[in-house]
């Protein structure tokens, strides 16, 4: 008990440290950053539980990061007045976003329950299939919904989406997904998943209820995704507006790569594959500026063609991977230093 | 032992489609037994598993444990109710570590509920404690906790085994049905195997159901066996009994070429009548080898499936190569003909080492195989099918006239030339693959059982176009579970037990011989 206290009071620590630090430090762009791969390790962590330790295929969830999004951002527009009419000023900012959050978390996880139950009867390509109906599904749904914007995004008008995500909100969110995910990977319950994976009749021979688990493996995946939406929709970094182009399959795409690359399975592996692709689209953002900038002929090619520029890089380090390391960074084991010094030991000796 | 059934099945009948693999089998397993269940190959004992574990729902009848329905449940809840199971293929949790293996099996009993879980409260700690302590102690009855933190794929192919049996242990059954345990193992693993089915009954207060076929291991641990054939009961009842009963001889051992279908003494006496009546007795045996095996070792994954085979057929015979289900037959052909890598050995054909022969060369090096259930094209005609054959021969006119051949070996498949192999009856198809083997114009045809699932009418036809071809001159390998027929064809005739030659000699010896029988049902103990 008093270990864990000791965590959560570190981790709490370490947030607000960052926070200052950055804020003294850093530039806004970097922070920026900084928030934009927390981001993406959040997204990493909890799709590999679906991908990697349960052994599905979804290529839907930027449909949770969407519904994650859109519904604590519509709760906090909603009820950001009336809590800090109610709530000592220095906390209402952070009630509302948790509030907000909560609505956001509650909204993916229905719709993760949603589409765990096709899950159900469909395995590999055709659950792929389902979840990037979902995914498409949602986005196209809230293009066509006036009342939350459309295809303009959310909100309308010249407000905003309060920006009350900060830094340390941020990695206090990523953080607390990781330790969720960890500690439910690692116990009983993610043995019957990590069962599921490997050997479904056998898991089923073993007193697995597979259906359930499943559905688990989902809804708590999507909970997870939303909590990233709502921080994302909040970002203090961001934009404080979302639209629907943000939530496409390219998006889901970049999730699958994170996990592919990190390793499917491993949890470590997804918070190293979630950074690198976060620096990697940073960095071919940058490509032209960091070319020299100026007008040549590659620059310009390159700024007017980033997207596909993007994939074609995507492709390359994709094949790359396979050819060199096809289980990824870290295949399903967990990144250990202890594990890295015993190996070094051993090829010492 | 207590007189109350652990399982008991009221005439049980699963149908597929319009097949129907089990009609209608009773039997109860006493709580505290061993309990056998055997037949032959597709009887359809595996159905009989599937249908107790849940993983298939009769189409009929009933099926309880201790007096509770269990039929139709789903497979994880029947492994609740107290049944757990090993699989015959062996399905362990392979990137898990062998720890994590059987702590799986530990969560229906675990205590910690998901938020235990999430939050990893003092409560789910305790119980995970708990839980290792109770896996470790199981994998230290199988020797198996010093490589607990291993992968369980990395494991030796008995270990994974054992592993197995473990992980099936963890969920504390009532009753537990090994599917083939000692499938794969060498005779010292499975009489340790045996020792311990014992010693985990006893211990564990568990009632066993063996599915098995190796009968040494059935007819010495098991105290009640029930034979099944063709989805029926043929014989129900204590080892000594089930081993002598003449159908489950006939059924392992095959109907001699005397077409009686009577039971009692005949499938007995068959043997001896057969000796008087053989077909290939007189002719004159030349000495020179056409395929020399020397040491032959193939291993899938762990386990080795032939453990130095060596055999010589000369040229002109027809050799036969019998031997109990998974004794390595297929396995031996499918090696000679490049199918399968070898682990260790030699195989000289037609004074040429094929250490180096790619599998599609061999067939202008004049090496045909009908393989095993067949294999014909579906969709193309029997025109077309015996063409495919003649695939490596240029000669137009030698297609033609090997065409006219196989229709005059076999008439039913002139009358049928135009029509989709996919079409044609069990027996017509494997006419129709031996006639494909041949159009190569091959030295040595190789038959992989030729009278698998084929009925006794055309199987007496398949038989006459086999002693026709070898008189025609082309030498002949037969692979055959109907041991009697087989011997009946061949001059000489190699018997494997359990990967290994266990007898060999002159076809009309091995007929009187009582070892043959044994090496299909094992010697009994009682």
Redesign the interface.
């Known amino acids: 008990m008093l270990r864990k206290l000791a965590w959560i009071a570190g981790a709490l620590a370490l947030c607000i440290g960052v926070q200052f630090a950055a804020g003294a430090l850093l530039n806004a762009y970097l922070i920026r950053i900084i928030a934009v791969c927390t981001l993406n390790v959040m997204l990493a962590v909890s799709l590999n539980l679906v991908n990697g330790t349960t052994g599905q295929f979804s290529i839907g969830h930027a449909g949770f990061l969407a519904v994650g999004a859109y519904a604590s951002a519509i709760t906090s527009f909603a009820l950001d007045a009336k809590i800090h009419a109610v709530v000592p000023a220095f906390f209402a900012d952070g009630v509302t976003l948790v509030i907000a959050a909560l609505a956001g978390v509650l909204a993916a996880g229905i719709a993760g329950v949603l589409v765990g139950v096709p899950s159900l009867r469909l395995r590999g390509d055709y659950l792929a299939i389902v979840t990037l109906g979902f995914g498409e599904i949602i986005r196209i749904s809230i293009e066509s919904t006036p009342a939350i914007g459309g295809s303009q995004g959310y909100p309308l008008g010249y407000t905003s989406i309060p920006g009350y995500a900060k830094l340390a909100w941020i990695l206090g969110g990523a953080m607390l997904v990781v330790a969720l995910t960890w500690n439910l990977t690692y116990s009983s319950h993610g043995r019957a998943l990590a069962a599921i994976r490997e050997d479904e009749i056998a898991a089923e021979a073993v007193g697995v209820d597979t259906t359930r688990y499943k559905v688990l493996a989902f809804a708590v995946s999507a909970m997870l995704t939303g909590l990233a939406g709502a921080l994302y929709a909040h970002d203090a970094t961001g934009g404080q507006h979302i639209d629907p182009g943000a939530f496409r399959l390219d998006r889901s795409v970049d999730m699958l790569v994170m996990i592919i690359f990190g390793g499917l399975g491993s949890i470590t592996g997804a918070v190293i594959g979630g950074l690198f692709v976060g620096i990697l689209l940073e960095l071919l953002k940058e490509l032209p500026n960091l070319l020299g900038g100026g007008d040549g002929a590659l620059v310009r090619m390159l700024r007017d063609n980033a997207g596909n520029v993007r994939l074609i890089v995507y492709a390359l380090s994709l094949v790359l991977l396979m050819l060199l390391r096809p289980q990824g960074l870290l295949g399903t084991r967990e990144f250990s230093l202890k594990a890295l010094l015993g190996r070094r030991k051993k090829a010492a000796s | 032992m207590s007189a109350r059934a652990a399982i008991e099945l009221h005439n049980v009948e699963m149908v597929f489609g319009g097949l129907r693999a089990v009609g209608g089998v009773s039997f109860a397993v006493p709580e505290g037994s061993i309990f056998g269940l055997i037949g032959p190959n597709g009887a359809g004992k595996t159905t009989v598993f599937n249908c107790i574990?849940?993983?298939y729902t009769p189409t009929g009848g009933t099926i309880e444990l201790f007096g509770n329905r269990v039929d139709g449940m789903?497979?994880?809840e029947v492994?609740?109710l107290g049944i757990?199971?090993t699989?015959q293929n062996i399905?362990?949790?392979?990137?898990?570590t062998v720890l994590?293996n059987v702590?799986?099996?530990?969560?229906?009993r675990?205590k910690?509920r998901?938020w235990?879980?999430?939050?990893?409260t003092?409560r789910?700690a305790a119980?995970?404690r708990e839980?290792r302590e109770k896996a470790r102690h199981l994998l230290s009855l199988f020797a198996l906790d010093d490589v607990q933190d291993e992968r369980s794929a990395s494991l030796s192919y008995g270990d994974q085994r054992r592993l197995e049996i473990a992980?099936?242990l963890?969920?504390s059954p009532k009753v537990l049905l090994l599917d083939e345990p000692a499938a794969g193992m060498n005779s010292t693993e499975s009489h340790v195997l045996k020792e311990q089915i014992r010693r985990l009954r006893d211990e564990f207060k568990l009632t066993v159901v063996l599915v098995e076929h190796n009968m040494q291991v059935v007819m010495n641990v098991c105290e009640h066996i029930h034979v099944m054939d063709r989805g029926e009961t043929i014989a129900d009842g204590p080892p000594e009994t089930v081993q002598n009963h003449p159908k489950v001889l006939e059924a392992y051992l095959g109907k001699g070429e005397d077409n009686d279908t009577d039971s009692a003494r005949q499938g007995v006496s068959d043997v001896r009548e057969l000796s008087d009546k053989s077909p290939a007795e007189n002719q004159a045996k030349s000495e020179e080898p056409l395929l020399v095996v020397e040491g032959l070792e193939v291993a899938y994954g762990g386990i080795k499936a032939v453990k130095g085979v060596s055999l010589t057929v000369n040229k002109g015979e027809l050799v036969a190569l019998i031997g109990a289900n998974g004794a390595g037959k297929t396995s031996t052909l499918k090696a000679i003909a490049r199918l399968l890598p070898w682990r260790a050995g030699r195989v000289i054909f037609d004074g040429r080492d094929l250490s180096t022969v790619a599998p599609h060369a061999l067939v202008s090096m004049g090496m045909a195989l009908s393989p095993e259930g067949r294999a014909i094209f579906p969709n193309l005609t029997v025109r077309e099918n015996l063409d495919m054959g003649a695939y490596t021969v240029r000669d137009s006119q030698a297609i033609r006239r090997r065409i006219e051949q196989s229709v005059a070996l076999f008439p039913r498949l002139g009358e049928r030339m135009k029509q989709l192999g996919g079409t044609l009856s069990g027996g017509e198809q494997q006419m129709l693959a031996i006639a494909r083997a041949l159009m190569s114009g091959p030295k040595l045809l190789m038959l992989d059982e030729p009278s698998l699932g084929i009925a006794p009418v055309l199987v007496d036809q398949i038989f006459e176009g086999i002693e026709r071809i070898r008189q025609d001159g082309t030498t002949v390998l037969l692979v055959e579970q109907n041991t009697r027929r087989a011997l009946g064809a061949a001059q000489r005739a190699y018997v494997l037990v359990t990967g290994e030659v266990a007898l060999s000699g002159d076809a009309k010896a091995l007929r009187h011989d009582e070892r043959v029988k044994g090496a299909y049902l094992g010697e009994s103990v009682h």
């Open positions: 574990t849940g993983v789903p497979a994880f492994a609740g757990a199971h699989f399905r362990l949790f392979s990137e898990l994590e702590l799986v099996a530990g969560h229906l675990s910690a998901l235990d879980s999430f939050l990893r003092t789910g119980d995970e839980q992980r099936a963890m969920l």
